[in-house]
């Protein structure tokens, strides 16, 4: 079992910044890709950005150019560095790692952007 622990999530205004970061319980390096999705209020969880084992990224539109994706393997992490955040930004992130045709998720972590 795989356990992914996200944090660095909060409140800020919109214009700030934000870095969230998730921890896995094993090494990332195995994983197809990671990736973290959000879910806002009465909003379907829809894919922010994706990581594949050779560090190609993927983004949704709406946070192109904004939004960074990396990863340290050596550290088991995944990062997510977002600017310019947006009010439209608020959402529960979530970790996601796929192996194969398993997804393992984390619990998520609040992100808050005020006008």
């Known amino acids: 079992q795989v356990q992914l622990v996200e944090s660095g999530g909060g409140l800020v205004q919109a214009g700030g910044s934000l870095r969230l970061s998730c921890s896995a319980s094993r090494m990332i390096f195995n994983f197809n890709s990671m990736a973290w999705y959000r879910q806002a209020p009465g909003k379907q969880r829809e894919l922010v950005a994706s990581?594949?084992?050779?560090?190609?990224?993927k983004y949704a539109d709406s946070v192109k150019g904004r939004f960074t994706i990396s990863k340290d393997n050596a550290k088991n992490t995944v990062y997510l560095q977002m600017n310019s955040l947006k009010p439209e930004d608020t959402a529960v992130y979530y970790c996601n790692a796929k192996e194969i045709s398993t997804n393992y998720w984390g619990r998520g972590t609040q992100v808050t952007v005020s006008s």
């Open positions: 990581i594949t084992t050779g560090v190609n990224t």
